[in-house]
């Protein structure tokens, strides 16, 4: 409006100029009167103008803070497009969605709130099942080793110890135990735990006690390598009978190298090895007995060999 006013000053002033110079002009060429009276009419509309301008300038109330909060929202405006934009839609889209997070961030807040209480509710819960399952466990672990420590003597150990403990341990999905089995082959050393104490043979034979104490358990499959090292004679006999007895909740695999314990398989495979490779194959009826006669004497041929064995199928059937 200043810039404006200013104009029509300045125009005012060369209409004026216009005006005198074609009065002078018209006194000499009389056709000139009628543009010398519409630029008379001009200069006294730009008068007016002049005066209008005027008046509306000094009408104005200026507030310079003013001016200074609407630039610095302007340029606010201009960093939030630059930041959530391209457009405003884009900034009030932001908004919404920041306003829905605020409102989802106070609800866990609130909820956060009951949670110090539901934890310690939970953990007494969880504590005392704990003690609950723990006696329990204790009572059947006593159990258990007694009965696995009857199966190890039919097995060859002469005076076995097994001791099963039930220590605390931090809460887990099985409880809040740790369950340390330690072993010895004689009542004269000191029990330890098996994975130190003892060897390949009589791990798997206790693994076997345990399995037959336990009961049935939930693996669908054992497999025993070599259970029979150092065993041999009452107590090979006593092995093959109990992988029997094994066998009939789950799927037992034995590899073993006694006839005594051969003899009490459903089916007998025997495997031979010819330089790099190794055939295995399913023994039955007639090639059993030579088999098992073969591992008695290492004479398949041997009649007495035979007759060996087919007391030993004979005697492992009727168990």
Not at 32 to 46: G, N
Not at 150 to 156: N, P, T
């Amino acid at each position: 409006a200043s810039v404006a006013s200013d104009a029509i000053d300045v125009a005012r002033v060369e209409v004026g100029k216009a005006v005198s110079e074609i009065r002078k002009a018209s006194r000499l060429d009389h056709g000139l009167a009628d543009l010398l009276t519409m630029l008379e009419a001009l200069e006294s509309q730009l008068g007016d103008g002049a005066l209008e301008s005027s008046d509306y300038l000094n009408a104005l109330e200026m507030d310079p803070d003013g001016l200074e909060a609407s630039e610095a929202r302007s340029r606010h405006v201009a960093d939030l497009k630059r930041r959530y934009g391209p457009d405003l839609d884009d900034v009030h889209d932001y908004l919404a969605r920041g306003i829905d997070r605020e409102a989802e961030l106070g609800g866990l807040l609130a909820r956060a709130q009951d949670i110090d209480s539901d934890l310690a509710a939970a953990t007494q819960k969880v504590d005392a099942g704990g003690v609950v399952l723990r006696e329990r466990r204790v009572v059947a672990a006593g159990r258990l080793a007694r009965l696995a420590e009857e199966h190890l003597r039919d097995l060859g150990f002469a005076d076995p110890i097994l001791r099963i403990s039930v220590e605390p341990a931090d809460p887990g999905p099985t409880g809040a135990d740790q369950v340390v089995i330690r072993f010895a082959s004689d009542s004269r050393l000191t029990p330890g735990p098996i994975a130190k104490v003892a060897s390949g043979g009589e791990l798997s034979r206790l693994v076997l006690a345990l399995r037959l104490a336990g009961g049935a358990g939930d693996a669908e499959t054992v497999v025993f390598d070599e259970i029979d090292a150092g065993v041999g004679g009452v107590t090979a006999l006593a092995l093959g009978a109990k992988l029997s007895e094994l066998s009939r909740s789950r799927q037992v695999l034995c590899v073993t190298h006694l006839p005594q314990v051969a003899a009490f398989a459903d089916r007998h495979y025997s495997v031979v090895r010819t330089e790099n490779t190794a055939e295995v194959r399913l023994v039955e009826g007639e090639t059993r007995l030579e088999e098992l006669a073969r591992m008695l004497a290492g004479l398949p041929e041997s009649e007495r060999g035979r007759q060996a064995a087919g007391e030993l199928l004979s005697m492992a059937s009727r168990q």
